[in-house]
């Protein structure tokens, strides 16, 4: 998959998500968007999925006919092709993957440095912070230290509580903090520390990542900012749930007195107040206890998305329907050993499985290349030399009868719900069916 491909996979399974959130927001555990979120993620940065035969673009093309299907005489310059001529104006194809990939290169570039410089800045402020080492927070840690080391420290830089580092994080308080009521301190003290425990400072780095390798699509900006919000909010509902439902209100209240409007590094430090005070205070109030049909309902939701969208197409080899050009069909096999010719141009045979016959010979010695023997976006002749013809990706057929068969069973295959290329094997061997593919009439 190249980079639009994972893009768009995203996009789409990022949509479906957040139709979800939109729906059951109160109703799932807050953990379960996170892991949604995880898993989108991780699709967007992938390469690769894996295959399955419930993904969404394999339900879509077993019900979804194809878009035209090649009849019995197409016109020599018209009709479905399989891919775009690599052998067509090949310094202008080259030269406009290099523009997309330079302005793709310089958004990442321009994502990063401003992210960094917003964390350069960050840094600069934590710097002249003090370390606190009251009674309360003395006692505080030494209940809650883990492997990590924790610190914590004030400043007069800041007005909200937040925390920032992974191997070593430390909670940065506002020294306005009203060190006498123990009650407001346990609340601020406790998000923090569950931040701390999930690591969510890597979480939010990770998210920052998937922004800047896709800074285009606007779906992962969307991302973005609910995973930053569903952040907060998972860490809300497991304060509740440590220190209990009958401290919603007074949490609740907690929040509002420590709102204030957002800084430039919000999104980096897990800081404890953000914009969305109204939806972290509906869905704290909201809080229930899971219960075993929630949890059923968050695992279902998780695989069934995970399952639908963020695999790929079925390939696995199928039965083929072998179609002749008067639309009666004959349910055929390909035979288990199939000849061919393997060259430098490919390896291909006729509909029948005999060989091509091709005079390999004949083929390099031709001087020039008509128009009408490309199946493609038509050239001129005199464009078209034998130097121009790619070496590789080249499938030649003897006629266009044949040519126009082998394309004919090709879209039949995607109308069945078949992967494209099932029973021509052996046909494309050494063929990059993921790049242009030249198909040539001798």
């Given amino acids: 998959m190249n980079l639009l491909q994972m893009s768009f996979a995203g996009a789409i399974m990022i949509f479906v998500i957040i139709i979800i959130r939109t729906l059951a927001i109160h109703l799932l555990p807050k953990k379960t968007f996170l892991v949604l979120w995880r898993i989108a993620a991780i699709r967007l940065m992938i390469p690769f999925s894996l295959p399955s035969a419930l993904s969404v673009y394999s ?56 992210f960094a410089v917003i964390y350069w800045k960050c840094r600069q402020e934590f710097r002249v912070s003090v370390p606190v080492n009251n009674s309360f927070i003395k006692n505080w840690i030494s209940t809650h230290q883990q492997k990590r080391k924790i610190s914590v420290r004030q400043s007069n830089r800041f007005s909200t509580p937040l925390t920032y580092g992974v191997f070593c994080p430390v909670i940065l308080m506002p020294e306005t903090t009203e060190w006498e009521k123990p009650n407001l301190l346990q609340y601020i003290l406790t998000h923090e520390y569950v931040h701390i425990r999930r690591f969510d400072s890597i979480t939010k780095l990770g998210l920052i990542v998937v922004l800047c390798v896709h800074w285009f699509n606007p779906f992962v900006w969307a991302m973005y900012v609910l995973a930053n919000r569903d952040i907060e909010m998972s860490c809300d509902e497991e304060v509740i749930r440590l220190l209990g439902e009958k401290t919603k209100a007074d949490y609740a209240r907690t929040l509002i007195r420590m709102e204030e409007t957002r800084n430039g590094f919000n999104r980096i430090c897990n800081n404890f107040s953000k914009n969305i005070i109204e939806e972290r205070i509906t869905a704290i109030m909201k809080y229930k206890k899971a219960s075993i049909f929630s949890l059923a309902l968050a695992f279902t939701s998780i695989v069934g998305v995970t399952t639908v969208f963020a695999t790929s197409m ?129």
């Fill in 314 to 442: 079925n390939t696995q080899p199928q039965q083929v329907e072998s179609v002749n050009p008067d639309n009666e069909t004959e349910v055929t096999f390909k035979p288990l050993s199939i000849p061919q010719i393997s060259d430098n141009f490919g390896s291909f045979f006729k509909e029948d499985g005999r060989l091509a016959g091709s005079d390999i010979s004949k083929v390099q010695a031709a001087t020039e290349a008509q128009s009408d023997s490309i199946y493609g976006v038509p050239v001129e002749k005199s464009s078209v030399l034998r130097n121009d013809i790619p070496e590789t990706n080249v499938i030649y057929f003897d006629t266009e009868e044949e040519r126009d068969r082998h394309f004919y069973a090709l879209e039949m295959n995607v109308e069945k719900g078949l992967d494209r290329y099932a029973g021509f094997e052996s046909m494309y061997t050494g063929i990059d069916t993921s790049a242009p593919v030249t198909y040539i009439v001798k």
């Fill in 59 to 114: 339900l879509l093309a077993r019900y979804t006919p194809a878009a035209s299907v090649i009849k019995k005489n197409v016109p020599k310059t018209t009709g479905q092709i399989a891919a775009v001529s690599s052998g067509i104006s090949n310094t202008k194809f080259t030269s406009a993957i290099s523009v997309e990939a330079v302005l793709w290169a310089v958004g990442v570039l321009v994502c990063g440095v401003i």
